[in-house]
Every structure is written in C-alpha cells, then in structure tokens.
C-alpha cells in the first residue's frame, strides 16, 4: 500500500531564506506527482506536476525534483516572501490505478517579515 | 474564468437526512473527483470519474454515492449521513486524469449533528 509522507509538518522562514519542503512514498510504482498549496479555509491551488519520466519541473521562483527509485520529491521555493505562507501539499497518482491520487499530510510554513 | 464550482459552501444537517452537494466544471473537462480532508487524516479520495457514466472508488467510498450524466457535473450523495461525515469536501476536475493537474473546487463544510 502507497503511503506518502511529508516532515517536517511545520516550519517557519524569515523572508528571503530559500525553503525546502520534503515528500517520500514508499511505493516507487507512480505515473506522476503533482505539488500543491493550499490557504486556510480554501481549496487547493496545483503549482507542479512531474511526470515518472521527469526529473524536475521548475515555474518562477518554484523547482520540483522527483528521484522515483529513492521514493523522494523535494520543492524548493526560492528566495521566499510572506505571501508564500501556506500549507503545500504532494501528491502521487499510483501506476496500477490511474484515476487514484494520494495525498501527503502537508507542510504549513510560515514566512515571517 | 475556468473553474470548479462547489454548493453549498456550508451546510449542518441532522443524522440521516439525505443530502446532494454539487460539482461543476466549466473547462470540458473528462475527469472529475471528490475529496475530503479531515484533521490528521489530510485529503483521502472518495469517489472519481473518468468520464461521463463511468465512477469508480476512492479509498473512503463508505456512505457516499456518485453518478456522472454530464461531463460538467459531479453531485457527491449522503442518503443517511452519520456524524463521522462531518469533513471538509473537496470537488476538483482534470482535462484527463492521468498527465493533467487537478484544479480544486472551493470547498464544502459539512457538519453532521
């Protein structure tokens, strides 16, 4: 069974400091991985999608790496404002079952002044 | 404007009284889902579709039903809901579901007494 892991849960980043947000799964069999953020009390907002076959997937100031054979995707905000305060989310879509995503827990990050 | 439309955005309710909260999507999009998303639990899928008259289950399908007559809509059915239903859902569509990211409706809150 795929189980998808993001640690820490929380952080906090003074302003301009790079951030790096970690996902793992344990079942290296997926078709992609998607990154998303998401605002207290709102819906989700998707930033990434890195297919298998990709290693990285970069918009502006966000990059995504995926190491499909270590069961690991980082996203890596650059030079980080207050207005990146959120929680981010990943998610994998598995390779058995297409129409399935499974999502991580989350990281809330705080981006302090 | 592209987007996923979600009503009601609050609703309370009583234990076993049916209800129907809609999903819609105005970007012909073939593939629909829904979610919810609870306190240390995070966003498990419920139910998706891939295309019109085709659903199938998520990972928490228990006490919800579906159906897929139109592209643009998506209702998620409770036809006897139980207090542990009370969640935040999540609508969200996708041009395909395999190698398109999912865009999010806004939410709904349901509170089940």
């Known amino acids: 069974k795929q189980e998808v892991t993001q640690i820490p849960a929380a952080l906090s980043v003074p302003e301009g400091e790079n951030l790096v947000l970690n996902c793992s799964f344990t079942?290296?069999?997926?078709?992609?991985l998607q990154w998303f953020r998401q605002d207290p009390g709102k819906g989700l907002t998707s930033l990434l999608l890195i297919q298998s076959s990709q290693r990285e997937q970069t918009s502006g100031r966000l990059n995504a790496s995926l190491d499909k054979s270590s069961g690991r995707s980082t996203l890596y905000i650059a030079a980080s404002q207050p207005g990146d305060s959120a929680t981010y989310l990943c998610a994998v879509k598995r390779a058995d079952s297409w129409g399935k995503l499974q999502f991580g827990s989350g990281t809330q990050v705080v981006v302090t002044p | 404007e592209a987007q996923v439309t979600q009503n009601p955005r609050y609703l309370i309710t009583v234990t076993g009284k049916k209800l129907t909260v809609t999903c819609s999507q105005n970007?012909?999009?073939?593939?629909m889902s829904w979610y919810r998303q609870d306190p240390g639990l995070g966003l498990r899928q419920i139910y998706y579709s891939m295309n019109v008259e085709v659903t199938d289950k998520g990972d928490v399908p228990e006490g919800y039903k579906v159906s897929r007559k139109e592209k643009r809509n998506f209702p998620l059915i409770l036809e006897s809901p139980s207090p542990n239903q009370t969640s935040l859902y999540f609508c969200?569509?996708?041009?395909?579901?395999?190698?398109?990211?999912?865009?999010f409706g806004p939410g709904t809150r349901l509170t089940v007494t």
């Open positions: 969200a569509s996708s041009l395909d579901g395999l190698d398109y990211e999912q865009y």
């Open positions: 970007m012909n999009h073939e593939y």
């Open positions: 079942d290296s069999a997926i078709y992609n």
